[in-house]
């Protein structure tokens, strides 16, 4: 019954391969974002999601795209991976956009060779 | 746009003894004020939020903050730390009327037996 999660936990790929990465909450929430914590712990919104729509979509490269097929999942694919893209990629949803606590998930190590 | 600072990096401090961990934001608009702690290979998870009302907000395992307008400040602190404090505590702040949370660094804290 894990509110949200993220599969797959770690992924190991090559430079120039494309991967996904899922991300489903079971708490009924409006709103979905993606975050990226680089080595140093710092975290950096990339994009969020309200009801289906785009709300916010931070500069970052467009080989990222979001996807959210419907309220409760939130995907995101990455093309052609570079080296640069190693980090932890982490998934959150709250109720409203607005003042509203976020959920995260567990996060999803992505480490490119 | 809002920003925060993480005035520490890294705070060692005793079990049993008390700790403060500092923040301070900018904006230009009111803010919603919130701590997230992050235990190893783990997601962020909420510790408190101000959002209105009264500037002292608790946890519920011991952890308070103070919202300080006139000093920008939310600083985090706690009587008497335990070992499974441990940890990396991140300040974040959102623009009232903004979707976009912002985080700090970070600053991670090392009970020390």
């Known amino acids: 019954d894990t509110a949200v999660s993220q599969t797959p936990k770690y992924l190991v790929t090559q430079m120039g391969n494309d991967k996904s990465i899922k991300c489903e909450q079971n708490l009924g929430h409006d709103t979905m974002y993606w975050y990226k914590q680089d080595s140093k712990k710092f975290l950096k919104i990339m994009f969020s999601?309200?009801?289906?729509?785009?709300?916010i979509n931070e500069t970052v490269p467009n080989r990222f795209s979001p996807k959210s097929p419907d309220k409760a999942h939130l995907n995101l694919h990455i093309n052609s991976l570079e080296l640069g893209d190693s980090a932890v990629y982490f998934c959150a949803s709250s109720q409203v956009p607005l003042g509203g606590e976020q959920y995260f998930g567990p996060g999803t190590r992505l480490t490119v060779t | 746009a809002q920003s925060v600072t993480q005035l520490d990096s890294q705070v060692p401090v005793f079990e049993e003894a008390p700790v403060e961990l500092r923040c301070n934001y900018s904006?230009?608009?009111?803010?919603?004020l919130f701590w997230y702690v992050q235990y190893p290979n783990q997601g962020l998870q909420l510790l408190l939020k101000y959002l209105s009302g009264s500037t002292l907000v608790e946890s519920i395992n011991g952890f308070e903050a103070e919202f300080n307008k006139s000093q920008t400040s939310f600083h985090l602190r706690k009587p008497s730390v335990h070992i499974s404090d441990t940890a990396e505590y991140f300040c974040?702040?959102?623009?009232?009327?903004?979707?976009?949370?912002?985080f700090g660094k970070g600053t991670k804290l090392s009970v020390i037996p």
């Open positions: 904006s230009s608009v009111s803010v919603y």
């Open positions: 999601y309200n009801n289906k729509e785009l709300i």
């Open positions: 974040a702040v959102m623009g009232a009327g903004s979707y976009q949370l912002t």
